[in-house]
């Protein structure tokens, strides 16, 4: 198959979403990182890993369908998204831990994180996971007959 093709206008839109999402995604993981923190007690990474797996979970939903528009089978795309975080989850998870032990703060930590999450996330899933399924489910098919029936 093909890699889509997108117009400038359609990537600069995909990577708007992208972020977007990606921040409602963040305040997930760093709400349900507060908590975990403050109120359970939890250490950096049990309180890293459960709010990584909350954040990643409602992403990967809200961004195949709305930001890929992809209609590729769903459990081959969550197993891509599997294999991205089985290199970065620990990689975070012992690196995080390691710069908090050495006193710096937890949330600069997280902060750091998950702008390294996010970039390097946003660049997987448009260059591997839905390289080939872009544009394929049907919000982007009622989209492309719009943009038909507009041009006649």
């Known amino acids: 198959m093909n890699e889509t093709k997108l ?16 921040a ?4 997930i993981e760093v709400v349900s990182f507060t908590l975990l923190n403050e109120v359970a007690k ?3 990474w049990p309180a890293y890993l459960i709010a990584l797996v909350l954040s990643v979970l409602y992403n990967f939903t809200v961004n195949r369908r709305f ?9 081959v795309a969550m197993l891509k998204i599997a294999l991205f975080y089985c290199v ?11 710069v908090e032990s050495r006193g ?4 600069i930590v997280l902060g750091c994180t998950m702008a390294l999450n ?17 544009n394929t489910n049907d919000l982007a098919r009622k989209e492309q007959e719009k943009e038909k029936e507009e041009s006649k």
């Open 88 to 98: 970065f989850t620990p990689l975070s998870t012992w690196g995080g831990a390691a």
């Open 118 to 134: 996010f970039v390097t996330e946003f660049l997987y899933c448009r260059f591997v996971v839905y390289r080939n399924s872009m």
């Open 42 to 44: 939890l250490t950096y």
């Open 67 to 75: 930001t890929f528009k992809s209609a590729n089978n769903v459990p």
């Open 24 to 27: 409602s995604a963040g305040i």
């Open 7 to 22: 117009t400038k206008r359609q990537n600069v839109i995909q990577g708007i979403k992208f972020a977007l999402f990606s």
């Open 104 to 107: 710096v703060n937890e949330y």
